[in-house]
């Protein structure tokens, strides 16, 4: 057997190694499209966890939840209450003296694939795509 078509036969060899990497590594992460609006995602998770953290310690402070997210954001530090990639402002509504929501609009299900999918979600987190919103209870002292 000579060189040329040994060479020849693993430069192919090489070529599908590569191809399958690549398509194992898209079955395992998803494509950098879901990859990104993963990330987003994240990003409206942590900026509804901040709202509901500002709004506990406002409703200690004062005694009552705060009225509006524009109540939340006149607190010193910087308190995100609009979505940053679509500029939509969070929402957030008092239900009653220790109830309150806050939603957004998601761009992917939480839950589905479980096994391959977001594992960064929170149980208390989950979410649907589109609009979802959450119900937080202020905690009592003990």
Do not use: N
Not at 1 to 18: E, K, N
Not at 68 to 84: E, F
Request: net charge neutral; hydrophobic share 45%.
């Amino acid at each position: 057997m000579s060189a040329r078509p040994l060479g020849f036969w693993l430069l192919l060899a090489a070529g599908v190694a590569v191809v399958a990497t690549v398509i194992a590594a898209v079955a395992v992460m998803g494509t950098p499209d879901a990859q990104r609006r993963m990330r987003q995602d994240e990003r409206r998770i942590r900026d509804l966890d901040r709202i509901v953290d500002v709004a506990r310690i406002e409703a200690r402070e004062h005694g009552r939840l705060p009225a509006s997210l524009d109540v939340l954001a006149k607190r010193p530090g910087r308190l995100t209450i609009r979505d940053p990639f679509t500029d939509a402002p969070y929402e957030y509504r008092v239900v009653d003296a220790h109830r309150f929501q806050v939603c957004a609009t998601f761009e992917t299900d939480s839950a589905a694939d479980i096994d391959e999918g977001p594992r960064w979600v929170a149980s208390e987190w989950q979410h649907p795509v589109g609009r979802h919103c959450f119900d937080r209870v202020l905690e009592t002292d003990k």
